[in-house]
């Protein structure tokens, strides 16, 4: 399990991988980007390696890493979970009452 809450990218090859770890994320920028020169794909490379060897927050690495998802288009949307969608169905009724 990782660190952080999942994200899914989709990559040029059709496959989807779900990143919620430094080294998830280090894996998912091995895959097929659009775009590898752009600078907030090299951005986000950078910081994963520094995350890895102790010399960046690993947060900000991943927050690097899902900014370079979102540019490069291939982070996917966020499903609900079902667990989220039992528990909205049962409180919808109390905040009405609220």
């Not at 907030?40 to 927050?63: Q, S």
């Amino acid at each position: 399990m990782g660190k952080f809450l999942p994200i899914t990218v989709k990559l040029l090859d059709g496959t989807s991988t779900i990143v919620s770890s430094i080294c998830d994320a280090e894996a998912a920028l091995q895959g097929q980007w659009p775009n590898k020169t752009a600078a907030v794909f090299k951005h986000a490379a950078r910081l994963i390696a520094a995350a890895k060897d102790g010399t960046c927050n690993p947060a900000i690495a991943f927050a690097a890493f899902k900014a370079a998802a979102i540019d490069q288009r291939v982070l996917q949307p966020i499903k609900q979970r079902a667990a989220l969608k039992i528990l909205d169905e049962v409180t919808k009724d109390f905040t009405k009452l609220i």
